[in-house]
């Protein structure tokens, strides 16, 4: 009898950690793609500033039209791609390389850079920016949260089973990067 009740214990203490790995799983899984979505989020913003920096050029710059449009081309192409991190990344690297070009030609012009709206849109890129990135970060470790429990023993075993599989990291440039003023105090 007391074999019985041990072997029962036994049984139902793997049925409740099976179920917990299980669980946590989902919620793992659920949270990474609550952070694309975040990610997304953030992207679509700089999207939407990307009109307006390249309007505000145009009207300084009209005859800088090759790296306006390459802008113009590489939104679009960003904002259409639906793929996995990976190729959502190599979108968005041909556009981070765009706007860098777009933001060398204002040093240019030097009633660009005094525009306030220019400068607006720029700090707002700024700041954008930065939520790409941290949302890019707090994506990534649960990623990699995730995967660790895929490839671990014993719960490689349910993501076996229940086909809970590998997640891509993503991996972007800063569009914008703010470096502080270099002093020299001689």
Do not use: C
Not at 5 to 19: C, R
Not at 56 to 75: N, W
Not at 91 to 101: D, M, P, R
Not at 125 to 141: G, K, P
């Amino acid at each position: 009898m007391v074999w019985v009740l041990v072997v029962l214990g036994v049984v139902l203490i793997a049925v409740v950690l099976f179920f917990g790995s299980y669980n946590r799983f989902v919620r793992q899984r659920n949270l990474i793609d609550n952070s694309w979505s975040n990610i997304d989020t953030e992207l679509k913003r700089r999207y939407d500033l990307i009109p307006n920096l390249v309007e505000t050029v145009k009207g300084y710059a009209a005859h800088e039209a090759g790296t306006l449009g390459a802008v113009t081309e590489a939104r679009t192409r960003a904002m259409a791609q639906t793929g996995t991190p990976e190729q959502q990344a190599e979108t968005e690297n041909t556009l981070v390389g765009t706007l860098k070009s777009l933001l060398a030609v204002s040093e240019a012009y030097p009633d660009l850079k005094a525009n306030t709206g220019f400068i607006d849109l720029q700090r707002e890129l700024v700041a954008t920016e930065d939520r790409i990135q941290a949302a890019r970060r707090f994506y990534n470790n649960n990623v990699r949260d995730y995967n660790q429990r895929v490839q671990s023993l014993p719960t490689n075993v349910i993501a076996a089973l229940f086909h809970f599989e590998l997640r891509q990291y993503f991996e972007i440039d800063e569009a914008v990067v703010t470096t502080p003023p270099d002093v020299k105090l001689s």
